[in-house]
C-alpha cells in the first residue's frame, strides 16, 4: 500500500455497552491511565474516563482506536486549559 492512499481518520466517538465496555475511536494519545481514571486526548478535545478496574483490551495506534473494560462511572470533555490546570496541580504550585 502506498503512503500517498493512506487515509487517517478524524472521525470520533464513544460507545459504551452496560457500563463495563468501552469503545473510543479518534484517539490520538493516552496522557494517563490507571485503573480508576484514563485521560485521553481525542480529535474532539480530552476526555476523562473514571471508573472501577479500568483496563485496556485494545489499543490501535494507527487507526486510533481504544477498548477499555471495567466499571465506567462517567466520561467528561475537558477544556484545553483545564488539563493545563490539572497537569499543573499542587506540585507544579508548589515549584513555580
Known amino acids: 500500500m502506498d503512503k500517498d492512499n493512506i487515509i487517517t481518520s478524524s472521525n470520533h466517538s464513544i460507545t459504551l455497552n452496560e457500563r463495563k465496555n468501552l469503545v473510543i475511536t479518534g484517539v490520538k494519545k ?20 473514571k471508573g472501577e478496574e479500568l483496563e485496556i483490551i485494545k489499543l490501535d495506534t494507527f487507526q486510533g482506536n481504544v477498548s ?9 470533555y475537558m477544556e484545553s486549559s483545564t488539563k493545563k490546570e490539572k497537569e ?9
Open 88 to 96: 499543573d496541580g499542587i506540585f507544579g504550585k508548589l515549584f513555580k
Open 68 to 76: 477499555i473494560k471495567g466499571r465506567v462511572n462517567s466520561f467528561t
Open 30 to 49: 493516552i496522557d494517563s491511565f490507571d485503573d480508576e481514571e484514563f485521560l485521553l486526548e481525542t480529535n474532539m478535545g480530552y476526555v476523562v474516563i
